[in-house]
C-alpha cells in the first residue's frame, strides 16, 4: 500500500510541464517507480484531446507498461492535470478510476501549479463509486 | 512456444503477483477461459454478462487493439503477445 508519493524535483517538474504543455486540454501520463521513489515519468497522448476529459493513449499505455516491467520498475501513479479547478478528483475521475495506485492531480489554475494525489477505493475495479483518500505527496530536491 | 499475456498491476492479484502469463494458443476467448482455469475469479472481471469484453478492459494483440481486429474471436498464434490493459482515464 502506497503511504506517499515520494517524488525527486526534477521528475515533478517535467510532468508540471507536460501538464502545462497540454493547455488548453488536459494533460496525462503515468509514474514508475523503484524502493517507492518515481524514477520515471511517462508524457502520454491525452487521447481525449479535451480540456475537461483525459484518457490513457492505449498503444502508449501498452508500451509504458511493458517498459515498467521489463525494467524491473512498478506502476507508481498515474497524473492528469486540471486545467481550470482544484487538485481534487471530479466526480468523473472517481468513476472511470480503474488502477489501484495513487492518482496525481496537477492543478494549473493556481500558480504556482498544485501537485495532490489521492487513491481512489472500490470494492472491485469496475464500480463507479468510491472513496477517496489523499496521499501525501513528497517532492525532494 | 506458447502465448505470452501481459496481466497489469490491477489483476495481478488474481495472478498471484504473477506479470506474465503463458498460454496455449487460441483465440482471446480461448485465452481468457485458459486464464480464468488458473486464476479463478479473473475472467469476470474481463467480461461482462453478456460474454464481452468490459467497456474498460482493453486487449492488445502484439500493437494492435483487439476491438479492431476480431474482438474475442481475434486469433492469437504461438509466439505472438497479449496485453490486457485497463482504460484509464478521467475528467
Known amino acids: 500500500m502506497t503511504v506517499e508519493v515520494n517524488i525527486p524535483g526534477p521528475l515533478a517538474d517535467e510532468m508540471v510541464g507536460h501538464c502545462l504543455e497540454g493547455r488548453p486540454h488536459e494533460a496525462c501520463g503515468i509514474l514508475a517507480t523503484k524502493d517507492g521513489i518515481v524514477v520515471k515519468v511517462f508524457r502520454m497522448t491525452n487521447a481525449s484531446g479535451s480540456p475537461v476529459r483525459y484518457s490513457l493513449d492505449p498503444k502508449e499505455q501498452f508500451a509504458a507498461y511493458r517498459k515498467i516491467d521489463d525494467e524491473g520498475w512498478e506502476l507508481g501513479g498515474v497524473f492528469h492535470s486540471h486545467t481550470h479547478t482544484e487538485a481534487y478528483p471530479s466526480p468523473t475521475d472517481v468513476r472511470m478510476a480503474s488502477e489501484e495506485v495513487p492518482y496525481l492531480i496537477v492543478s494549473l489554475a493556481e500558480e504556482p501549479p498544485v501537485i495532490r494525489a489521492f487513491r481512489i477505493i472500490k470494492e472491485d475495479w469496475l464500480a463507479e463509486e468510491g472513496r477517496i483518500e489523499e496521499v501525501p505527496v513528497v517532492v525532494n530536491g | 512456444m506458447a502465448v505470452e499475456v501481459r496481466i497489469p498491476t490491477v489483476f495481478r492479484k488474481f495472478t498471484g503477483g504473477e506479470s506474465v502469463v503463458e498460454l496455449e494458443a487460441g483465440t482471446i476467448s480461448d485465452l481468457i477461459d ?47 503477445t497479449v496485453a490486457i490493459l485497463p482504460s484509464v482515464a478521467g475528467g
Open chain 2, 34 to 80: 485458459q486464464l480464468e482455469a488458473r486464476f479463478p475469479g479473473l475472467k469476470e472481471q474481463l467480461l461482462t454478462e453478456e460474454g464481452e469484453l468490459h467497456r474498460f478492459v482493453n486487449v492488445y494483440v502484439n500493437d494492435e487493439d483487439a476491438r479492431y481486429l476480431e474482438k474475442l474471436e481475434t486469433k492469437v498464434a504461438e509466439g505472438e
